[in-house]
Nanobody, 122 residues
């Protein structure tokens, strides 16, 4: 199982980025894929996930009107479209994979990528 994040960078407040989580080694549709972030000096927090069985989407309330998660099974990639970025969105963003939704709820996914840095300036 391998997860590789990309798409991070530096943007000004109000800007947009699209993060990608390229997966390999497993059937994407059988796994919950979640996005998490960790800001300097803070605990890692859940951002969004897409479930395996029915494709339901879940969002942290702080991002629900600005971020959108999507899955391209043919490309084995999960995306996180981030619009209206704020300085408080600055963090390293990680994607994780687990066969159970509880992995996202508890922030304890079975597999993790190495992260991509998002920096939002005011």
């Amino acid at each position: 199982v391998q997860l590789v994040e990309s798409g991070g960078g530096s943007v000004q407040a109000g800007g947009s980025l699209r993060l990608s989580c390229a997966t390999s080694g497993f059937a994407l549709d059988e796994y919950v894929i979640g996005w998490f972030r960790q800001a300097p000096g803070k605990k890692r927090e859940e951002v969004s996930c897409i479930s395996n069985c029915d494709g339901r989407e879940f969002y942290n309330p702080s991002v629900t009107t600005r971020f959108t998660i999507s899955r391209d099974s043919a490309k084995k990639t999960v995306y996180l479209q981030m619009n209206g970025l704020k300085p408080e969105d600055t963090a390293v963003y990680y994607c994780g994979a687990d066969t159970k939704l509880s992995g996202w709820y508890y922030g304890d996914m079975a597999h993790w990528g190495k992260g991509t840095l998002v920096t939002v300036s005011s």
